[in-house]
């Protein structure tokens, strides 16, 4: 079965700091990853997403996020965070291929704290 | 573009009654919609996916009979919690897709059972 871990659950950082959240996915076959983010009062919305082609994916908001297959990563990063940054954010696969039914399965969360 | 809509956005209802919350698809047609179950402080755990005109899927672990979901148009879906307990306080999510690997998020429901 998938699953999905992000090692850092709360994060706080000072404006101007780069960020990288982690996230490793379980999955044998083709997988397609996404960042989500969930500020706070609002709904989730897709930072970024990669299905194939170049492993290092850009995002809106000068997010970015690569995909190492060996290590089944997909970090999220951002050289410099702004206090607006400041939310919930979300890693989540779904089967890639044949097989995509588009089922999204989860990580934990990350809450990320930036200070003015 | 692809703005979902949920309704209500809270609701607090009595121990053994039914609730029923909305999704709808405001500016395009979802063939698929999917209802997701958040706890505090962590994450979206999936409940069902929906299509369009058929029965839902339930993932496993999640009572069909108390989580009625309906689909009835490309632009609805309805979620029923019937015969309500506390332990099914959460914050309900559904999603909204018309391809496979695009889903557009609701603002969630918060559900109360006194």
């Known amino acids: 079965a998938q699953s999905v871990s992000q090692h850092n659950h709360h994060v706080i950082l000072s404006e101007a700091a780069s960020l990288e959240l982690g996230c490793n996915y379980s999955y044998g076959g083709t997988v397609n990853l996404f960042w989500y983010v969930q500020y706070p009062g609002q709904h989730l919305q897709l930072l970024l997403k990669?299905?194939?082609?170049?492993?290092l994916v850009k995002g809106i908001k000068g997010f970015e996020a690569e995909f190492i297959k060996s290590k089944f990563s997909f970090n999220l990063r951002k050289p410099s965070v702004q206090w607006s940054d400041t939310a919930e954010y979300f890693c989540?696969?779904?089967?890639?291929?044949?097989?995509?039914?588009?089922?999204?399965?989860f990580g934990q969360g990350t809450t990320l704290q930036v200070k003015p | 573009g692809a703005v979902v809509s949920q309704h209500p956005s809270w609701v607090i209802c009595k121990s053994g009654t039914s609730v029923k919350i909305e999704c709808r698809s405001l500016?395009?047609?979802?063939?698929?919609m999917f209802w997701y179950r958040q706890f505090p402080k962590q994450s979206l755990m999936l409940m069902a996916t929906s299509n369009e005109g058929s029965k839902a899927t339930y993932e496993q672990g999640v009572e069909k009979d108390k989580f009625l979901i309906n689909h009835a148009s490309l632009t609805l879906s309805t979620l029923t919690v019937t015969s309500a307990h506390p332990e099914d306080s959460s914050f309900y999510i559904c999603s909204a897709s018309f391809q496979p690997n695009e889903q557009f998020f609701g603002p969630g429901t918060r559900l109360t059972v006194l």
């Open positions: 500016d395009f047609q979802a063939t698929t």
């Open positions: 990669y299905f194939s082609g170049d492993p």
């Open positions: 989540a696969v779904s089967s890639g291929g044949s097989s995509n039914t588009g089922k999204l399965i």
